[in-house]
């Protein structure tokens, strides 16, 4: 499975809690983020399923 990527504007203020939360959770601020959607995702009850079109298709943006 391949990755997507997208800028993302985000408050510096936020950036900075979530670096440190990350920091302290050994995971990349990147890492950190997608594992909080996945988390959403889960809780929400939507999680992304195996039949979900690949990552390469540019119309889901």
């Known amino acids: 499975m391949g990755r997507k990527s997208f800028p993302l504007r985000i408050d510096p203020r936020v950036f900075n809690a ?6 302290d959770e050994l995971r990349s601020v ?7 959607l996945r988390q959403a995702l889960i809780d929400a ?3 992304p399923r195996e039949e979900d079109p690949g990552v390469d298709d540019e119309s889901e943006a």
């Open 45 to 47: 009850g939507r999680e």
């Open 18 to 23: 979530l670096r440190r939360w990350a920091d």
């Open 30 to 36: 990147n890492g950190q983020i997608e594992f909080l």
